[in-house]
C-alpha cells in the first residue's frame, strides 16, 4: 500500500517534470515563430519589388485562347475564378503568411513548429502520467482540465497542418495562449493528484468531459480566425475607401489570409464542432441523472453551457440571415465564446455550485 502510494506520487512528480518540460519547449516555439514574423517583415521596397515581379509573373503565366471565327480570331484571356466565403465579400488574394514569403522567415516558421510538436509530445505525456498517477481520467479538477485542454487544442491545430491545410497563422496566438493556460495552471490551479468524489466516478466523465474538452479547442482556433478576421476586415475596408493604415497593421495584416477566407475558416469549424457540443450538453445532463437523480436544475455550470450553446446557434442562425453576415455575426461568436470561457473559469472560481466539488 505504501510502495503503491510512493510510486503514484512518483509519477505525479514526474507528470509536473514533463509538463514544465512542455513549457519550456512552448516558450521556445513562441520565440520562433516570433523571429517568423519579424524576418517576415520585408521593408517597402522589397514589398514594391515583390509586388512587380508579382505582376510579371503573372503576365508571363497568362494563358490565352484563340477562337477562330469566319471574321478572324480572337484571343481572350483565361477567366479569373474567385472564391468569396459570403455574397458580397471582396475579391483579395491572401496573404503570404507570417513568413513573408522569405526564406528566413520560412525556416523559422518550420522550426516553430517542429518545437511545437515536441512540446505537445511532452505535455500530452505530462496528461497520460497524469492519469496513470491517479488511475483515472486526467480531468478531475480546473488543473487536469487546463493541461488537456491546451494538450488538444495543439494537437488540433496539428492536425489541421498535417492535413495540408493553410493555418500556421494560428502558431502565434496559439503558442502565447497554450503558455498562458499552462503558467495559471501550474501557479494558480494546480491540485494535487487525488481520487474523484463518487458523483465524478462515472464513465460519463470520460464522455461527457472529453467532448467538452474537444468542443473547447476547436471553438477557441475558431474564436481566434474571427478576432483576426475583424482585424483584417477592417484593414481591407480602410484600403478599399482610399485610407493609409499603418506601417505596423501592413506589415501584419498583409500577410495574413483575407478576411473572406478567416470568416470561412471561422463559420467552417464552428459550425463542425457545434453538433458536438449539443451532445455534450445532453451527455452532461444524462450524468447529471445518474449522478444527482435529476436531468436538469438550472445550476450554474448548466445554465451556462446552455447560454454558450445558445450563442453559437444564434450566430450559425446569423450566418444564413441577411443583413447579418460579416462583422454582425463575428461579434456574436466571440460572445458565445466568450460564454465558454466564463463558463470554464467563472463558474468554477467565483459561483457556488454543485460542479464546485472538484476543487480548482
Known sequence: MILAAETNESLAQM??????????????????????????SRSKVGRTAAALTGQKEAAAAAVSVQVKGAGGTTVLDRPKVVTRAAAGARDVPDGPGAAGGTVKGDLYGRIAVSLTVL????????VVVRAISVQRAPWGNMYEFSTTFSTV????YLAFLLAGKNVRWIGLPLVTTVLLDLGVATTLLYTESDQLVPALDSYWLWIHVSTAIFCGAVLYLGAVATLLYLFRDSYENKLANGGTPSGFARSVLERLPAAATLDKFAYRVNAAIFPLWTFTIIAGAIWAGDAWGRY????????????TWVGYAAYLHARATAGWKGRKAAYIALIAFGCFLFNYYGVNIFVSSKHSYAGV
Open 15 to 40: 507528470s509536473n517534470t514533463l509538463v514544465y518540460s512542455s513549457m519550456a519547449v512552448y516558450t521556445l516555439a513562441f520565440l520562433a515563430h516570433i523571429a517568423e514574423w519579424v524576418f517576415g
Open 119 to 126: 512540446a505537445f509530445a511532452l505535455e500530452a505525456a505530462g
Open 153 to 156: 487544442a495543439v494537437g488540433v
Open 296 to 307: 436538469w436544475g438550472w445550476d450554474a455550470k448548466e445554465v451556462w453551457s446552455f447560454i
